[in-house]
């Protein structure tokens, strides 16, 4: 006998006749001896329906509004499912957010969950009741003291489903959807997607957060965090699905449950050489070119950059080991003797990264990072972010004040430290999934002043509006007036906020001003075979290039490679990097 947390979506319970067939499978799971607590999302299509309502009156409607319309979409859902399994001999029970106790931070539509209130639902478990549970909500104090509804944000339901198995330590989580588990990419956009048996929750967070919807960012940061088994499977059939996989359970206890500890470690890696090319031309196979040749040629590249200019040249700048440094110089010669360009190389340069869960999901960290580098009179030579690590390039020489400066900040142990970590092949694909995501908007703020300092302050004034960077690139050249430029790109559903979050920014830099990008669409790969497998960007810049795609920016982290290309090409972009790493099904039976 097993306690299992099962979570249904929107889809799996989109009518009565859904409703009906979770109820049985419910049923069956229970007659085989096991204690269950059902997670559901409201009926297919619910919460757009009630967003829209709510729109057709305001534009912007309150959020505390807001949660109180959302929410009601789980309450029938629970409501229908408790009575389906009624009338199936089960004795079932459905419960909110707030009846089973899921207390929240008080932030109205993307609320944090801080503990479960388990009492209730041990008691019902003990009582042999299936237990329904309201996904996506949750209940906070507000500041009178009083009880509030929140919800979690879009797709939360998966994070309530974890939330719970983490704080019952269950023996399993259980996620029912519309697909037969993790594909390599949304079989929407790519019908030959093929089905991961297995992915770890590194992997799965950088997936989830690139635009793999199928999984909620935050479940699978609990499910790392907390040492949930978390299965990801079709409710229409009974294959097993994915198992996602976790290597480092840290023994941190479940008081502030989604707020965790987010940084797990910090990491120095010395003798990298900075090698910067300016004025590349703007047109598809340029770093296709580049970086199959250094592949060929032997150097293996670390973070790669690339930022586009007004007058249709690009710069791109990466990280190789210092002792590559000779070899790639010679190369990168010979390459710029054809397509033309300037090159520049820096040496006695160091990585310095923090890594853990979710680290871009709360913008206030990779925000205090920079800042307390920034805050120790260190420029940040080049920056990489992810959801799993966060990266900056710095002068070697300031390498042990930053370190310990960061272990500081980030209250992390002697332990959490390492110095030249080494990467070990862990038989891990180059590439497992590659994600799309077309809800991106790309910003920069031109003439901004090059010191210490400037791409923190922009990240921390992001971070009090509560919104993350990601691919934030600081370009090579400089302004006559010794001004740079950053660009970088953000969520659209952010973007209006974005203004006003730069406005005290840009009083502060004089002759500085935002500029809008075109439409972009990001697509992304990710594998933790790629820190040890030679070539890899190289390979996608030329799937790209193949398909004739321009790469307007790009932005690696240590087990991701992510390209922004034009909106209209985002499908096209991703079926071609799908095919040429030979994710699909046919091409796998070939082989
Ligand atoms: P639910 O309502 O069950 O929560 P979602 O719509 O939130 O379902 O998530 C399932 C959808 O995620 C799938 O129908 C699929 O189109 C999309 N998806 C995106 N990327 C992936 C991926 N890598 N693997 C599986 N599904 C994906
Ligand atoms: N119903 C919510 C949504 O549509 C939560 C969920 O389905 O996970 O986003
Ligand atoms: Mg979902």
Redo the contacts with the bound molecule.
């Keep these: 006998m097993a306690l299992l947390i099962q ?6 319970v989109g009518n009565v006749e859904r409703i009906q067939a979770v109820a049985k499978r419910i049923a069956t799971s229970k007659e085989y001896g096991n204690d269950l607590v059902i997670v559901v ?1 409201a009926m ?1 299509g619910t919460t757009d329906e009630l967003t829209e309502l709510a729109k057709t009156i305001s534009k912007n409607p309150p959020q505390r509004e807001m949660d109180m319309l959302l929410s009601t979409g789980e309450q029938v859902s629970i409501a229908l499912l408790s009575i389906a399994l009624h009338k199936l001999g089960i004795s079932a029970v459905s419960m909110t957010g707030a009846q089973v106790g899921i207390v929240t931070e008080s932030a109205h539509g993307r609320a944090r969950i801080l503990e479960v209130k388990t009492e209730r639902l041990h008691n019902l478990l003990e009582d042999g009741k299936v237990v329904v549970v309201a996904g996506f909500q949750g209940t906070t104090l507000s500041s009178r003291g009083t009880a509030e509804i929140t919800t979690l944000g879009r ?1 939360g ?2 994070t309530t489903a974890v939330a719970l198995a983490a704080a019952l330590k269950a023996d399993a989580c259980e ?15 790519v019908p030959e ?1 093929r ?2 048996t297995e992915v770890s929750c590194d992997e799965m967070l950088e ?1 989830a957060s690139l ?6 960012p935050r479940a699978v940061e609990i499910a790392r965090n907390y040492g949930v088994t978390l299965f ?1 499977r079709s ?1 229409w059939s009974e294959n097993p699905g ?1 198992k996602l996989t976790s290597k480092s359970i840290r023994e941190i206890g479940l008081a502030g449950l989604e707020l965790g500890r987010p940084v797990d470690g910090v990491e120095l890696l010395e003798n990298q050489a900075v090698i910067a090319l300016s004025d590349l031309p703007d047109k598809p196979g340029i770093a296709a070119k580049l970086f199959e040749e250094l592949s060929t040629g032997g150097v293996n590249v670390d973070l790669i950059i690339q930022s586009t200019h007004a007058g249709n040249s690009n710069d791109i700048t990466f990280t190789v080991a210092e002792e590559n440094l000779e070899k790639t110089k010679i190369l990168c010669t010979k390459i710029l003797a054809r397509i033309g360009g300037n090159l520049c190389t820096e040496k006695g340069m160091s990585k310095l990264s923090i890594n853990g869960a979710g680290i871009m999901g709360r913008p206030g960290i990779a925000a205090s990072f920079f800042d307390k580098i920034s805050r120790e009179g260190i420029n940040l030579r080049l920056i990489a972010t992810s959801e799993v690590k966060v990266s900056c390039v710095i002068d070697k020489k300031l390498g042990n004040k930053a370190i310990r400066a960061v272990a500081s900040t980030f209250d992390l142990s002697e332990n959490q430290i390492q110095l030249n970590p080494i990467n070990i092949p862990m038989n891990s694909p180059e590439v497992r ?3 799309l995501d077309t809800n991106q908007s790309q910003l920069s703020v031109l003439h901004v002043p090059d010191k210490p300092g400037t791409a923190a302050a922009l990240c921390a004034a992001m971070a009090e509006s509560g919104i993350s960077l990601d691919a934030i690139v600081q370009s090579e050249r400089q302004h006559k007036d010794g001004s740079r430029d950053i660009s970088f790109i953000l969520k659209t559903e952010n973007r209006q906020h974005a203004d006003q979050a730069l406005v005290p920014l840009l009083a502060q830099w004089p002759g500085s001003h935002l500029e809008e990008g075109p439409g972009i669409a990001r697509v992304s790969a990710v594998g933790a075979g790629m820190p040890t497998i030679p070539g890899t960007a190289g390979r996608m810049f030329r799937a790209l290039a193949n398909a004739e795609i321009n790469i307007a920016m790009i932005a690696t982290s240590e087990i991701r490679t992510s390209c922004v290309v034009s909106a209209d090409n985002g499908v096209k972009a991703i079926r071609a990097i799908h095919k040429d790493f030979n994710l699909g099904e046919e091409n796998l039976s070939k082989s």
């Design positions: 979570k249904f979506g929107g889809t799996s999302s297919g797709g339901s998966d996620i029912y959807t519309d697909v037969p588990g993790v594909l390599t990419t949304d079989p929407r956009l997607a089905l991961m997936l635009g793999a919807a199928v999984l909620h990801v409710s994915t999934g590659v994600a």
